[in-house]
């Protein structure tokens, strides 16, 4: 135990470091500058990272959070209201019980990566708070997200060329860990253009609005092939909102929704539910029956082995 804390102290230690040497180095060059261009080219980096780490070590995406970290200080340094106005309301009450949590954890170690990973969240949701303060500054981070789909987008075709969809189903991953990760990043870019094509907060050129109306079912469409089945639902909601609410033309996509059954690999997603479902020996559940065999198990346990308010310790779920 004493010498599991002695390495999460020595990993906080380092990555405090980190944090301080990278927002000195980001300062020098213009932290707005530093954080967009994470902002473009984070989304691309995982397979790099995946390369460069070494033996559960602190590799370079721990190092970028810790930049992201130390960025959000020197922005609060400049501006100290922003901590009461973007913070505290949305984020002290949860990473103060984080702390609390991870000080009762049976794996240390784990549970300080957990507490750096939710406070370079905090980290990430604050900033445009301090960085944006113009309309000009609003389309330029807008922009820079979009852009920052590019290289994802392409190896997409990287992988179809290939076959190396990133799992046995074919499920298309990209530059992510997971498929169901970079489906939900495709949603996000999906409410991020459907936002840029009709708000009166950003100003676009014709030429940005006409290559964003052509980029918006590229996105859909592999949504679709991510075979994510709950970035499909969400997809889903922002359409019929955004089509309800902002522009009813995109109703019309309703009536596309059928042929959406004859792209090949949906019709059998969706069928998937239905096999599966039975627990017998070593028999494969699907993923809703995987998930509902974890959570009967774990509150089973629960029931049994009843916890104080802060439950068994930050990261300890896999303990």
């Excluded at 990555?15 to 989304?43: C, D, M, Y």
């Excluded at 070590?57 to 200080?73: D, E, Q, R, S, W």
């Excluded at 019309?252 to 059954?261: G, I, T």
């Amino acid at each position: 135990m004493i010498s599991s804390i002695a390495a999460a102290l020595g990993a906080t230690l380092v990555g405090a470091a980190v944090a301080i040497a990278s927002a000195f180095v980001a300062f020098a060059i213009n932290i707005r500058r530093a954080v967009l261009g994470i902002l473009l080219i984070r989304s691309a980096c995982d397979p790099l990272f995946g390369l460069m780490q070494s033996g559960g070590k602190m590799g370079p995406g721990a190092a970028v959070n810790a930049l992201i970290i130390g960025l959000a200080f020197l922005v609060f340094a400049e501006s100290p209201a922003l901590i009461g106005s973007a913070i505290l309301p949305m984020w002290g009450g949860f990473l103060m019980s984080a702390f609390a949590s991870a000080t009762i954890s049976p794996d240390p170690t784990k549970a300080v990566r957990v507490l750096f990973v939710l406070i370079s969240y905090a980290a990430v949701f604050a900033l445009p708070f301090g960085l944006v303060r113009s309309r000009e500054r609003v389309l330029q981070c807008l922009l820079t997200v979009i852009c920052s789909s590019f290289i994802p987008v392409a190896y997409v075709f990287v992988e179809l060329v290939t076959g190396s969809g990133g799992t046995e189903q074919g499920r298309l991953q990209s530059t992510f860990g997971h498929p169901n990760i970079f489906a939900f990043y495709l949603v996000s870019l999906l409410a991020v253009i459907l936002f840029m094509l009709r708000s009166s907060i950003v100003s676009l050129t014709p030429r940005i609005r006409r290559w964003l109306a052509l980029y918006l079912p590229v996105i859909v469409i592999l949504i679709l092939f991510t075979k994510t089945r709950n970035a499909w639902i969400g997809a889903a909601i922002v359409i019929i909102i955004y089509a309800s609410i902002v522009d009813r033309r995109y109703l019309l996509c309703l009536f596309l929704v059928p042929l959406v059954f004859y792209l090949p690999g949906v019709e059998e997603r969706l069928l998937d539910l239905e096999t599966g479902n039975v627990n017998y020996r070593y028999a494969r559940l699907n993923s809703y029956a995987w998930r509902q065999l974890l959570w009967e198990s774990t509150l089973g346990w629960l029931m049994t082995n009843p916890s104080l308010l802060l439950g068994y310790g930050l990261g300890s779920f896999r303990y």
